[in-house]
């Protein structure tokens, strides 16, 4: 599959998550309901609705190269499983089963059984490749060092030697070659008998129309038979009792270039990921090479400003952040929330209003 085919699915799955928000969590909150099969109902909708979401979103991370949108949809799929969990608990207090069926909401939203099957995340087993290995490496040294693990109390009553099972083998090779010579000497004095009574008898007088109407009744006995075998194998693909199979080799091969894809496409997934990384570093560097000493710059000024308006306005300075509480980071924080608050006041009031900070 091609990358313009999982952004299409990636952009189909954004409308569904953003039309079932909208059931969900309406404008206006709805009136509790109180009929327990119509809750039920829209519940198990809600839940259908979410599989199909999930399976997308799955192949869509799996599948994608992009490394910053594999971030997202690696947010909203776990957002998604959480949501399914969610919906499934309330499934099973309101139907009070641990399983449910869905038949009527597979026909009306015309989907199969194997489209509500719930498949295991790939990124499962593979981001915990590592770790996976090293568990079975673990698990290995440990049961080699145990030993095995075997009943001490066998008894070697039954322990053949050597040559007792080869003569054992030689006693049956020898059997089975004297079987077959005696099949093929009955073969051959039965082949000598039919060639004897036929000499007896001599050549064989039929008459042509009977030899002709022999011929064409088994001639038509076989024909009537494939075209009877034709039609019967074509009505049972008609009605889906039987599926059309492609020839082994060719399907085969379709399979194998698909799984092929796939790979290469983690493949390229580790590659980019790790430029990814790499990006971040250099970038980060050459920024701060480049606008270091502006950003630090333009920062002490912010600083120093918003001390001399504290003092300004209180009549002292205030206490300079601890690391704990942010540092410098939490003064920018304030500010930005002095600063809606200004922006909100301004709307409200107009240019009447000031804001002393």
């Known amino acids: 599959m091609s990358h313009r085919l999982y952004n299409e699915q990636w952009h189909s799955t954004q409308l569904g998550l953003r039309d079932l928000l909208e059931w969900e969590m309406p404008k206006q909150p709805p009136k509790p309901e109180k009929n327990k099969q119509a809750a039920y109902d829209k519940l198990a909708t809600?839940?259908?609705?979410?599989?199909?979401?999930?399976?997308?979103?799955?192949?869509?991370?799996?599948?994608?190269?992009?490394?910053?949108?594999?971030?997202?949809?690696?947010?909203?799929?776990?957002?998604?499983?959480?949501?399914?969990?969610?919906?499934?608990?309330?499934?099973?207090?309101?139907?009070?089963?641990?399983?449910?069926?869905?038949?009527?909401?597979?026909?009306?939203?015309?989907?199969?059984?194997?489209d509500l099957e719930i498949p295991i995340p790939k990124y499962f087993t593979s981001e915990n490749a590592k770790v996976l290995k090293e568990r079975e490496k673990l698990l290995g040294t440990v049961l080699a060092k145990m030993g095995p693990q075997g009943s001490s109390d066998t008894t070697n009553e039954n322990v053949m030697t050597t040559e007792e099972a080869i003569k054992l083998i030689q006693i049956h090779e020898r059997a089975r070659q004297g079987r077959l010579r005696a099949k093929f000497m009955a073969q051959i004095r039965l082949q000598e008998e039919r060639e004897r009574q036929a000499q007896l008898r001599g050549a064989p007088k039929i008459d042509p129309n009977a030899a002709a109407i022999i011929i064409q009744k088994i001639w038509k006995g076989y024909a009537q038979r494939k075209k009877t075998k034709t039609l019967r194998s074509s009505e049972l693909s008609f009605i889906g009792m039987v599926s059309t199979v492609q020839p082994a080799s060719q399907k085969n091969a379709a399979v194998s270039l698909a799984k092929k894809i796939e790979e290469k496409r983690r493949l390229t997934q580790e590659q980019y990921e790790k430029e990814y990384q790499e990006a971040l570093v250099t970038v980060k560097e050459k920024i701060k090479e480049t606008d270091g000493s502006d950003m630090t710059e333009q920062m002490q000024d912010q600083i120093r400003q918003w001390f001399l308006e504290v003092r300004d306005a209180t009549g002292k300075f205030p206490d300079y952040p601890d690391a704990e509480d942010g540092g410098s980071a939490a003064i920018f924080k304030k500010r930005e929330e002095v600063v809606s608050i200004c922006q909100l006041a301004y709307q409200w009031f107009g240019s009447k209003s000031e804001c002393i900070f």
């Open 46 to 114: 809600m839940y259908v609705k979410y599989i199909i979401i999930f399976r997308k979103l799955e192949e869509c991370y799996d599948q994608m190269v992009h490394s910053q949108k594999r971030r997202t949809i690696r947010l909203v799929l776990d957002s998604t499983i959480g949501r399914l969990l969610e919906l499934k608990e309330e499934l099973v207090k309101l139907a009070i089963l641990e399983y449910q069926y869905y038949d009527d909401f597979m026909a009306d939203m015309k989907l199969v059984p194997s």
